[in-house]
């Protein structure tokens, strides 16, 4: 671990270029060691509870109720793996409330979609990425407009915070390449992803949620309980889909991630008001209303 400076005020140490409204706990100041400081700091770090989302895909209503949720968690930071837009009817909504709201926000497929051209992309996922362009491009708001356009611009595609990678597809191809529950059984695909994990990755992409263990294996939140434990050993975690899960439940999915350990949570929201906006947007694909109501 490299080494954190830090400055003492009255009986409280604070990290140099850390959070300033988070002090060091108690225990460290009985001692002007460095080292006590240092080790109670990284401490102090692994106890930041995040919730980690991704795959909004424009379906502003799930996000709402996924942000009010996360709100009851005492949660510190979010973090977004990507997806904001692309499917849904509500792509700038849900821009502005990633804008002012996530800590982190990653680089989706769907997103540099609207960027770009889109590669790779089915009928109905095409037309509705040029369908999410004209909406971004001919917002009333211009202020609004250049602040959204410049934030998908800067998206990073890859987020490190050691021991942690956070990326939107996998940690050999960050934006694109899909980790589906049967790559278990392609060993050299997941000797290669494990590779490059330091310990634990936190991706989406297939909207699909659950945990790729070492021994390559595949939990689901239902299998895990909603609660995985991973201590020392290295794991990928799909945080499952926002906007667009398809695991079966038509509910939500997001995790929070807090020292030795990551919760599913699972939130409710009113799919209907979402797809009967699908149905009257020709651009939009009445499968992508039908596949919400399903989660499939």
Request: charged letters at 25%; aromatic letters at 12%; proline letters at 6%.
């Amino acid at each position: 671990m490299g080494m954190i400076f830090c400055f003492r005020q009255g009986r409280r140490w604070w990290p140099l270029g850390g959070n300033p409204s988070r002090p060091l706990p108690e225990s460290c100041i009985s001692t002007d060691s460095l080292w006590s400081v240092r080790s109670c700091f990284a401490k102090t770090i692994s106890l930041l509870k995040r919730a980690i989302i991704s795959d909004i895909h424009g379906n502003y209503e799930a996000l709402q109720a996924v942000l009010a949720h996360i709100r009851e968690q005492s949660i510190e930071e979010i973090y977004c793996l990507g997806d904001i837009v692309g499917y849904g009817p509500n792509p700038c909504e849900c821009l502005d409330a990633v804008i002012d709201g996530c800590a982190v926000c990653l680089l989706g497929n769907h997103d540099q979609g609207a960027l770009f051209d889109p590669e790779g992309f089915n009928s109905g996922a095409e037309r509705a990425i040029f369908w999410t362009r004209e909406q971004l491009e001919n917002a009333r708001d211009d202020a609004k407009s250049d602040r959204r356009w410049d934030f998908l611009g800067a998206l990073p595609r890859i987020h490190r915070d050691d021991p942690w990678l956070f990326v939107h597809g996998s940690p050999r191809n960050p934006v694109n390449e899909y980790v589906f529950p049967e790559d278990i059984y392609n060993q050299k695909k997941m000797e290669k992803l494990f590779s490059l994990v330091p310990q634990g990755c936190f991706q989406g992409h297939t909207h699909v949620p659950g945990i790729f263990t070492e021994s390559y294996g595949f939990v689901t939140p239902e299998e895990a309980g909603y609660k995985y434990e991973f201590a020392d050993r290295k794991f990928l975690c799909n945080v499952g889909s926002v906007g667009q899960p398809r695991d079966g439940d038509n509910r939500s999915c997001y995790v929070v991630l807090q020292d030795d350990h990551l919760t599913y949570h699972r939130v409710e929201y009113d799919f209907n008001k979402t797809v009967e906006k699908i149905y009257k947007i020709p651009e939009l694909d009445d499968f992508l209303g039908d596949r919400i109501k399903q989660g499939h």
